[in-house]
Every structure is written in structure tokens, then in C-alpha cells.
């Protein structure tokens, strides 16, 4: 679960300071709140740590897709290319801008396969949006070659691995622009909330105007009397998602660390059982090691598996347990807006999808606690395999 596990006195007494000044929002208000601004201080804070020139709080994850999407000017008529698996928010952002989303399939990486990825580029492709699911970056090498290419604006959506790398950058900062959500369940939490990274001054801009009703924040003038040169909506970020950010900013490392451990003694302790095979993992350096995923020979002994591992209570996350969000080919609801797709327009990523089990991996795991996911998994294999 990440940082919602370490939620502790730290985080309280952090929310407290803001309470007691009684300020709970980002601007104004300078002599009241004594000059402290708390999500200024995580935006800075959160630059420096992901080696970028600059970071935008705001309300959500997906407030934060919304943000980048708009920061590049994309709208109707306009094409955005992200994967057929992914949390929905992604192609939920593409969507608010009335812009049409492109999804591609995804490779044994599980994020977006780049060969489908040039296949579905057209002349009104206006921003490349791979994932990074699952605390893996995407294949960012070949994503960015392409891009670049054809001078096409990459919006990482880092939602689920914030801290993960990509060659000795971070997930998030190789693009034109990255996002990041804090909501419970995501590697760093403030409850809800998150960020839109870039190094360009421009995006960074358009992208703060945006996301506060088109205010360009000049401290000259009352907020009353700011000009505006765009129209925006309200994404913003309060002083107390600010503070909690800070304090599990400073957890970052530590929970990476202490997930990556965990996952790679389940990993070693799994990889005899020869029909396991493992998602690929462009930069295993990079994982954020917040889940463990790995193939079976097919759909139907998948579903056995995890039925197996469900009666050992051992839990999975996302695959398969909640594809229904996770993946394209079950957004019906959706696919009014994704002519000419059909539910079954990505035959690869749903065969690899339905052969795939996703373990997920706390920070705080005994050794018991391993040892009973590891023993479950053994047993599973053999019963099943
Ligand atoms: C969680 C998530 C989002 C949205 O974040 P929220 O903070 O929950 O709005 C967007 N994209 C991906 C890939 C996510 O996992």
C-alpha cells in the first residue's frame, strides 16, 4: 500500500501546524498564515527530488492528466495515444478535453508496446501518454525515439510509481510533462491529491493557470484583480494535502526501499516453478517494487491460480482482481468515444492480461507474513499447474 502504511504522529503533527494557523489555502493571506506556504514548500521539495525544474500540486492524479493534457493545448478533434491498460483516469483526462483517446496495445512489459505505438500515430496524434502501471516504467527509450521523431509532446502518467526510475532519471521527468497521483493507495499519499512535473517554464505556466481558473498569479496585484489569458478550472491543492505531502516526501526512499526488498525475496523464492514467467521489466533498477507480476501459460489456468491463492487469503492487485478499471476492453461505457474500437480491439494485451497474476507488495511485511505468500504460491502451482 505504500505510504498510507506509515501514516503515523509525524503526518498529524504536520496537518496540526496547518490547522493552527488556520490557512488552509495555497495563496494569499501572506501575514495570517506568517509566510508559510506549504504546498509551495512540497512543490519545491518534490522538484528537487525527482531532479526536475518544476512541480504543480493540485487536487488529484487525475486532476493532475487533466492539468498536462490542457497545458499542451489539446482539445477537440485532437488525438491522444495512451494504452489499453491503465487505470481509467487516463483516458478519462483525454476525454474531459474532449480530445479523442488512441489506446495501444501493451507488451510482456505490460505498459505500451511501442511497435503498436507507431502503428497508431496519425497526423492529428497530439501527445503520447505511456504509464508507468504497477510501479514499472514503460519502455521509455523507444517511446521517446518515436516522439521525437515526429515531434509529438510525451506526457508521462506516473500516477503508480512515484519515485520509480527509468536509466537513472525518475519516471515522470523524461517527457514534456509528468504525472503524479497521492491518492490512498499510491506509493506516496496526502489522501487525495497530486502533481504535474515539467522542466519547460512555458508548460509549467500554462499548466498553473490552468489549474486555478486561468489566474497567472502576478504578486503584484489582489487576487481579485489578477489577469487571465486562458480559461482554467480548479485543481488546486490544499495547505493541508501540502503538509502531509511533505512529511511523506520524506518517507519516499525508505518505502521504496523496503518494497523493493520484499518483493525481490518473494521474486527469488518463486522463480523455481518453471511455468512462472515474469513481466518483462525495461529498467529493474527503476521498479518501484510495489507489485509482482508474472505470466501463466493461459486465461483458464490463470483464473485457477488466483482462485487457489484466494482460498490462502493471499490477495492480488489489479490483475485480475480489478481489470474491470484497468483495461480498455471492459470500458463499454467508454467506447462510444474511441471510434473505430471495438471491446475487442486489443487482442494481444487481453490475452497477456488474462494470463497474468499481480501480487501486491507491502512495505511492512513480516517475515511471516512472506513466508505465508510464498508458500501459497508454491501450493497454488502445484494444485493448478
Ligand atoms: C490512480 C491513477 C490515476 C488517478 O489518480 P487519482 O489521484 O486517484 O485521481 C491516474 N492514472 C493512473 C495510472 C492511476 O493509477
Not at 84 to 98: D, I, K, N, P, R
Not at 129 to 134: D, I, N
Amino acid at each position: 500500500m505504500g505510504g498510507a502504511e506509515l501514516i503515523g504522529r509525524e503526518e498529524q503533527e504536520a496537518v496540526s501546524e496547518v490547522i493552527g494557523r488556520g490557512v488552509l489555502f495555497r495563496y494569499g493571506f501572506n501575514e495570517k498564515r506568517k509566510n508559510v506556504f506549504k504546498v509551495l514548500e512540497f512543490e519545491n521539495q518534490f522538484s528537487k527530488y525527482m531532479g526536475c525544474s518544476y512541480a504543480l500540486g493540485v487536487s488529484s492524479g487525475s486532476g493532475a492528466v487533466r492539468v498536462a493534457i490542457a497545458a499542451l493545448g489539446i482539445k477537440r478533434g485532437d488525438e491522444v495515444i495512451a494504452p489499453s491498460f491503465t487505470f481509467v483516469a487516463t483516458v478519462e483526462g483525454v476525454l474531459e478535453a474532449g480530445a479523442t483517446p488512441v489506446l495501444t496495445e501493451v507488451d510482456a512489459s505490460l505498459n505500451m508496446d511501442p511497435k503498436d505505438l507507431e502503428a497508431k500515430i496519425t497526423d492529428k496524434t497530439r501527445a503520447i501518454m505511456p504509464v508507468h502501471m504497477l510501479g514499472v516504467p514503460a519502455r521509455m527509450d523507444e517511446i521517446l525515439a518515436i516522439a521525437r521523431k515526429r515531434n509529438i509532446p510525451v506526457i508521462e502518467d506516473s500516477c503508480q510509481a512515484c519515485g520509480s526510475g527509468y536509466k537513472g532519471k525518475k519516471t515522470g521527468t523524461l517527457g514534456a510533462l509528468g504525472t503524479y497521483s497521492f491518492d490512498y493507495v499510491k506509493t506516496l499519499t496526502t489522501g487525495e491529491g497530486g502533481m504535474v512535473v515539467t522542466n519547460e517554464k512555458k508548460l509549467y505556466e500554462l499548466a498553473c493557470e490552468y489549474h486555478d481558473h486561468g489566474h497567472v498569479h502576478n504578486p503584484e496585484v489582489p487576487r481579485g484583480e489578477d489577469p487571465h489569458r486562458i480559461t482554467g478550472f480548479n485543481y488546486r491543492m490544499t495547505e493541508v494535502q501540502g503538509a502531509f505531502g511533505l512529511v511523506q516526501l520524506n518517507r519516499l526512499d525508505s518505502v521504496l526501499a523496503d518494497q523493493r526488498k520484499n518483493k525481490g525475496e518473494i521474486k527469488k523464492a518463486i522463480a523455481s516453478i518453471p511455468p512462472v514467467k515474469f513481466r518483462d521489466l525495461p529498467d529493474p533498477e527503476g521498479d518501484g517494487g510495489d507489485t509482482l507480476a508474472f505470466f501463466l501459460p493461459d486465461a483458464k489456468v490463470a483464473r485457477a491460480f488466483n482462485d487457489h491463492l484466494a482460498k490462502s487469503k493471499v490477495d492480488t492487485k489489479i490483475l485480475p482482481s480489478a481489470m474491470n478499471w484497468h483495461f480498455s476492453g471492459n470500458w463499454s461505457h467508454m467506447i462510444q468515444h474511441l471510434p473505430p474500437y471495438r471491446t475487442d480491439a486489443w487482442p494481444k494485451s487481453e490475452a497477456l492480461l488474462k494470463r497474468a497474476i499481480a501480487l501486491p507488495i507491502s512495505v511492512r511485511m513480516s517475515d511471516e507474513q512472506k513466508t505465508r505468500v510464498i508458500e501459497a504460491v508454491h501450493k497454488a502451482a502445484k494444485d493448478v499447474l
